[in-house]
């Protein structure tokens, strides 16, 4: 998925994306749930560093 498809798919400017990939924009955790539901993952999820394997 392009990144501007997934910008329009969370409702967020792809330029925000884009900077948030690149290090430059620090996302609030409002924003970080919204790119979680667009990946269809739980907020959770994105702070799991556990090196276990699920499944």
């Known amino acids: 998925m392009s990144q501007e498809?997934?910008?329009d798919k969370c409702g967020?400017?792809?330029?925000?994306i884009s900077g948030i990939e690149r290090?430059?924009?620090?996302?609030t955790l409002?924003?970080?749930n919204i790119?979680?539901?667009?990946l269809q993952i739980e907020l959770t999820d994105?702070?799991?560093f556990s090196t276990k394997s699920k499944g």
């Open 35 to 38: 790119i979680a539901n667009g």
């Open 5 to 7: 498809a997934f910008a």
């Open 12 to 16: 967020i400017d792809r330029t925000y």
């Open 23 to 27: 290090g430059v924009r620090n996302p």
């Open 46 to 48: 994105l702070f799991d």
């Open 30 to 32: 409002e924003i970080i």
